[in-house]
Nanobody, 116 residues
Framework: QVQLTESGGGVVQPGGSLMLSCVVS????????IDWYRQAPGKARELVAT????????DYADSVKGRFFVSRDNSMHTLYLHMNALKLEDTAVYLC?????????WGQGTQVTVSL
């Protein structure tokens, strides 16, 4: 069974940094993409960053380009989201997602709060 487990959320001041982790279990190898989404209260779920199959390529939402980046440890089946220069509007639940075999799997999410 495929499971995704996020961790690393917390409360940080504007301008601060956090690193989120997403551990993927139940999939062998690394030939699958992994995404980070976020959802703020009252807003639609937003795709933040993508690590393509094997971690060969990455893509980012315009709202986080230059501030966020992902790194991937295929041996540990883990994707990291490095968040820098955090803004108030980055406050959201951050969720990990993968879609092998055209079926969606989501983690439970981790809360990131940027607050003065």
């Amino acid at each position: 069974q495929v499971q995704l487990t996020e961790s690393g959320g917390g409360v940080v001041q504007p301008g601060g940094s956090l690193m989120l982790s997403c551990v993927v279990s139940g999939l062998s190898g690394s030939k699958y993409s992994i995404d980070w989404y976020r959802q703020a209260p009252g807003k639609a779920r937003e795709l933040v960053a993508t690590s393509t199959s094997g971690g060969i390529n990455t893509d980012y939402a315009d709202s986080v380009k230059g501030r966020f980046f992902v790194s991937r440890d295929n041996s540990m089946h883990t994707l990291y989201l490095h968040m820098n220069a955090l803004k108030l509007e980055d406050t959201a639940v951050y969720l990990c997602h993968t879609r092998p075999w055209s079926f969606d799997f989501w983690g439970q999410g981790t809360q990131v709060t940027v607050s003065l």
